[in-house]
């Protein structure tokens, strides 16, 4: 795997029932970068997802992440990534600062650093004064950002958005694209699904669309 990146993907298949969700696909992320993957619904990037996170195993290909094998190392790999899923996997009965700590426990972040960790990103995506308030409460916007924070407590130098602002308005949109970039400026690399073009050109270094239809789009858009 060449230092230069992040993720290697090779040759990846996926198939269910006879039906191939993922076709032979190859590519790689670079380190630093905001890739994007580029597709209408069900052209298979959650499944891309899926088996670059190692939920789910693959029928046939390989996939390297930070260097480490998914397929034969999944938990030494997992650490150094973090998953925002396109539907919030918050608890909505508990509180913001409740499902950051959870959270933390879960990725084993040390006991001492939870509550600075949690506290630091509260504040980052401007929900400390919301942290006593049950998750169910929050708009959909706020549950986004709670979901991408519950996502870094454990400082992940990868992170998967799966459609992130998917259903949110413009202002929303707008905020999850800005703290998307922050978060690449300080060094997270980002693999991000979308089905809008213009998100991906707007976020994206680069970009692999997964049918010509949006290879052709996204030229258009660049060209202009």
Not at 39 to 47: D, E, I, L, S
Not at 66 to 95: C, F, Q, W
Request: aromatic share 6%; hydrophobic share 35%; with cysteine.
């Amino acid at each position: 795997m060449s230092s230069e990146n992040a993720i290697e993907v090779t040759d990846l298949t996926k198939g269910y029932d006879g039906i191939i969700a993922v076709d032979n696909i190859t590519f790689h992320v670079k380190k630093d970068e905001i890739f994007g993957f580029l597709g209408p619904n069900g052209a298979g990037k959650t499944t891309t997802i899926r088996l670059l996170t190692g939920l789910t195993r693959p029928t046939s290909g390989t996939i390297r992440v930070a260097g480490i094998d998914m397929t034969r190392e999944p938990n030494n790999a997992k650490e150094h990534l973090g998953v925002v899923p396109e539907v919030s996997n918050i608890y909505d009965e508990m509180s913001a600062w409740d499902n950051l700590i959870f959270a933390a426990q879960l990725y084993r972040v040390p006991k001492d650093e939870r509550e600075k960790r949690a506290k630091e990103l509260l504040e980052l995506f401007g929900l400390h004064e919301r942290r006593t308030d049950r998750a169910g409460n929050f708009s959909k916007d706020m549950k986004r950002r709670l979901t991408i924070a519950a996502a870094l407590i454990h400082k992940p130098g990868i992170l998967f958005l799966d459609e992130p602002t998917s259903g949110l308005d413009v202002q929303s949109s707008r905020t999850i694209q800005n703290l998307t970039k922050d978060l690449n400026k300080n060094g997270t690399t980002i693999f991000l699904t979308t089905h809008y073009i213009e998100e991906a050109d707007k976020l994206c270094q680069r970009v692999a669309p997964l049918s010509i239809e949006e290879r052709l789009l996204l030229l258009t858009i660049r060209r202009n």
